[in-house]
T-cell receptor, first 115, second 115 residues
Framework: GAVVSQHPSRVICKSGTSVKIECRSL??????MFWYRQFPKQSLMLMAT?????????EQGVEKDKFLINHASLTLSTLTVTSAHPEDSSFYIC???????????FGEGSRLTVL | GNSVTQMEGPVTLSEEAFLTINCTYT??????LFWYVQYPGEGLQLLLK?????DKGSNKGFEATYRKETTSFHLEKGSVQVSDSAVYFC??????????????FGQGTILTVHP
């Protein structure tokens, strides 16, 4: 089946620094990708919809200047957490929509810990 | 807006027991319904789905029927195995177009199966 890969799977950073997380569709093109955030023992919350070649669409309450999303190619979307703080520590998951079937494929997730 | 409510866990069963995880939803129109599974240390995987009322999704012995009259999509399995231990998420998305792919997740149910 289709594969979506996230990198890094784990990252630890100091407060105030920025962290970039990559989401790649390995064997298909994805004009649309989604970024979710999962808190411990809680559900996944949609943060934004990433569209190739255009600006991302953010969900209500998500700071677009803090969570920068770039979808520069049909196989890559990046999420940059800017000026990270401990409250940004979370599990971030991306998904990509398959162009032919519309099926959704999820990455393995990236665990961010901000010290 | 859309919402999904799952039965609270954790659920602990013995091998070969019958499993039911309740899921009810609130949505406008005719959403598509999904069950995703997250095994320990892995990303989300689609378990099954149903796209219209009375559809039954099935996979790996799991089943769920799209019940519009009760707005439910309960997950069932007749005989669970230790390898079914995971977190299960019920989710829905809009009927189509640009809304498809923006998943709304339930809170997840942890299932532990003992030998």
């Amino acid at each position: 089946g289709a594969v979506v890969s996230q990198h890094p799977s784990r990252v630890i950073c100091k407060s105030g620094t920025s962290v970039k997380i990559e989401c790649r569709s390995l064997d298909f093109q994805a004009t649309t990708m989604f970024w979710y955030r999962q808190f411990p023992k809680q559900s996944l919350m949609l943060m934004a919809t990433s569209n190739e070649g255009s600006k991302a669409t953010y969900e209500q309450g998500v700071e677009k200047d803090k969570f920068l999303i770039n979808h520069a190619s049909l196989t890559l979307s990046t999420l940059t957490v800017t000026s990270a703080h401990p409250e940004d520590s979370s599990f971030y998951i991306c998904s990509a929509k398959g162009e032919n079937t519309g099926e959704l494929f999820f990455g393995e997730g990236s665990r961010l810990t901000v010290l | 807006g859309n919402s999904v409510t799952q039965m609270e866990g954790p659920v602990t069963l013995s091998e070969e027991a019958f499993l039911t995880i309740n899921c009810t939803y609130t949505a406008t129109g005719y959403p598509s319904l999904f069950w995703y599974v997250q095994y320990p240390g892995e990303g989300l995987q689609l378990l099954l789905k149903a796209t219209k009322a009375d559809d039954k999704g099935s996979n790996k012995g799991f089943e769920a029927t799209y019940r519009k009259e009760t707005t439910s999509f309960h997950l069932e399995k007749g005989s669970v195995q230790v390898s079914d231990s995971a977190v299960y998420f019920c989710a829905l998305t809009g009927a189509g177009g640009t809304s498809y792919g923006k998943l709304t997740f339930g809170q997840g149910t942890i299932l532990t199966v003992h030998p």
